[in-house]
């Protein structure tokens, strides 16, 4: 998809991205319950230059497939712009089947190394004969994503809390994997 650089763009402008979700995993053949995919990471750069009317072309990630039956989930699309003044998130990782979560969107592999940058969180992994466990949670413009928790042996089968979103004020803002307010 392209974007054209409207008459009033200036150096204050910014550009946000946000990686999509990896998909959870499915249940395992063996009782295990599903696990849950990781959050996608947040990328934003300020006073970028970009020339009035010129293409900047940019992508959506698409979020992970949830996996089927001892299949893994699908890991989320990457969200990047193009060119010269390049921002982009990683997407989740998507969740294993046999019991591990997927690892959250790194902020490390986002660019401009000099915007801003967190990660998502990590999904939640699950244990033999358990409900399905909660996904990571997504970052965002106020701090990185929370990990989702991970469901015990003992649980009833109402399945796993996920990771709260960065939506308050601070890097600590969402629900932490008690379920909550950090």
Request: aromatic share 4%.
């Amino acid at each position: 998809q392209t974007y054209t650089v409207p008459s009033d763009w200036s150096s204050t402008n910014n550009i946000q991205c946000f990686g999509a979700g990896g998909g959870g995993g499915g249940f395992h053949a063996g009782n295990n319950g599903a696990s849950g995919g990781g959050g996608g990471a947040y990328s934003k750069d300020v006073n970028l230059t970009h020339s009035v009317g010129a293409s900047v072309t940019y992508r959506i990630g698409s979020a992970g497939t949830s996996g089927g039956v001892s299949t893994n989930g699908g890991t989320g699309g990457d969200s990047p712009t193009t060119g010269s003044n390049k921002v982009g998130a990683k997407g989740g990782g998507g969740g294993a089947f046999s019991g591990s979560g997927g690892t959250g969107g790194a902020s490390a592999s986002g660019y401009p190394s000099g915007g801003t940058r967190y990660s998502g969180g990590n999904g939640a992994g699950s244990a033999t004969n358990t409900a399905a466990s909660g996904g990571g949670g997504s970052a965002g413009a106020t701090g990185a994503g929370k990990n989702a928790t991970t469901v015990s042996a003992t649980a009833s089968a109402t399945g796993g809390s996920g990771g709260g979103g960065s939506n308050g004020g601070t890097s600590s803002a969402g629900a932490d994997s008690s379920g909550t307010t950090g």
